[in-house]
């Protein structure tokens, strides 16, 4: 089993900055994708960044140029740095992996963090 255990949320002024951590843990052999997910009330969880074991990255039109992601490979945990924060990035922010639990097989599981909560005010 694999844990993703998110820590950094709170609450900043519009504007602010943030920094959150989601590190997993368990029985991980590799890990290929690590992303950040969003869930406002009474929204659809969305895709706010994501990165690959490669390296590459993505990032949702609404935080371009003011997020970043990055991820400490022999940590297993994955960052998101958020600048210029703006009331509509409050949400719920989730962490989520897919890993390869052992060598003899590339079936990849996915994984959910339990979630930590940003709130921008105005």
């Known amino acids: 089993q694999v844990q993703l255990v998110e820590s950094g949320g709170g609450l900043v002024q519009a504007g602010g900055s943030l920094r959150l951590s989601c590190a997993a843990s368990?029985?991980?052999?590799?890990?290929?994708?690590m992303d950040w997910y969003r869930q406002a009330p009474g929204q659809q969880r969305e895709l706010v960044a994501a990165?690959?074991?490669?390296?590459?990255?993505n990032y949702a039109d609404s935080v371009k140029g003011r997020f970043t992601i990055s991820r400490d490979n022999a940590k297993n945990t994955v960052y998101l740095q958020m600048n210029s924060l703006k009331p509509e990035d409050t949400a719920v922010y989730y962490c989520y992996a897919t890993v390869r639990t052992s060598s003899g097989s590339n079936i990849q599981y996915q994984y959910w963090g339990q979630g930590t909560q940003v709130t921008v005010s105005s």
């Open positions: 990165t690959t074991g490669g390296g590459s990255t």
């Open positions: 368990g029985r991980i052999f590799s890990i290929n994708a």
